[in-house]
């Protein structure tokens, strides 16, 4: 299974972007897909989560923001975000569990200008 992000890039303050991770290969039944950042100096962190039965959590520091959806016919989970803030700055990574299995795509820089 491949994860592949996309979508990062420059945005200025307020803004929005929405990112994509598209999984390939053999997918057999997705439990859940969730997006990380970590930012320079800072630890990894989960900031949204969709589970099969459709159930999300997000980090508190993006409720109201940011939201996660899914294309099941595509195989791709979206992070729309939006009013984007400097401390939104980041490495964005997806992650899938499916099958047992955790997977991680490569990250895609997301950097919010003041």
């Known amino acids: 299974v491949q994860l592949q992000a996309s979508g990062g890039g420059l945005v200025q303050a307020g803004g929005s972007l929405r990112l994509s991770c598209s999984a390939s290969?053999?997918?057999?039944?997705?439990?859940?897909m969730a997006w990380y950042r970590q930012a320079p100096g800072a630890q990894r962190e989960r900031v949204a989560l969709?589970?099969?039965?459709?159930?999300?959590n997000y980090a508190d520091a993006v409720k109201g923001r940011f939201t996660i959806s899914r294309d099941n016919a595509k195989n791709t989970v979206y992070l729309q975000m939006s009013s984007l803030q400097p401390e939104d700055t980041a490495v964005y990574s997806c992650?899938?569990?499916?099958?047992?299995?955790?997977?991680w795509g490569q990250g895609t820089l997301v950097t919010v200008s003041s």
């Open positions: 969709l589970a099969s039965g459709g159930g999300t």
């Open positions: 290969g053999s997918i057999g039944r997705i439990n859940l």
């Open positions: 992650y899938a569990f499916i099958a047992g299995y955790s997977y």
